[in-house]
């Protein structure tokens, strides 16, 4: 399975981002997937996951409320979107997928897409 991540870029604090983490080689409908991002000079956090199928879903309490993972399987892609975002949010955003469906074995990553969020 390949990963492409996506939808990166400069906005204003306040402002609202999508990112798309299409998968190709093989359908991933029953993976686990996961948004990790990591800042300059700080480790890697997991944002936002979401198990196989279904609303099972689960999100750091920094962007809960703010950050929703979902996931359209017939576009064999995921999703995140960033609303009210934040300066902190400012990071190289990385999807992952478990193909064991339990979210904490990620084998597969896309390559990252940047994030920066202005104030």
């Known amino acids: 399975v390949q990963l492409q991540a996506c939808g990166g870029g400069l906005v204003q604090a306040g402002g609202s981002l999508r990112l798309s983490c299409a998968a190709s080689?093989?359908?991933?409908?029953?993976?686990?997937v996961a948004w990790f991002r990591q800042a300059p000079g700080k480790e890697r956090e997991r944002v936002a996951t979401?198990?196989?199928?279904?609303?099972?879903?689960s999100h750091a309490d920094s962007v809960k409320g703010r950050f929703t993972i979902s996931r359209d399987n017939a576009k064999n892609t995921v999703y995140l979107q960033m609303n009210s975002l934040e300066p902190e949010d400012t990071a190289v955003y990385y999807c992952?997928?478990?193909?064991?469906?339990?979210?904490?074995?990620?084998?597969?990553w896309g390559q990252g897409t940047l994030v920066t969020v202005s104030s």
């Open positions: 992952a997928a478990d193909p064991r469906g339990l979210g904490y074995s990620y084998v597969f």
């Open positions: 979401i198990w196989r199928s279904g609303p099972g879903t």
């Open positions: 080689g093989r359908t991933f409908s029953s993976y686990a």
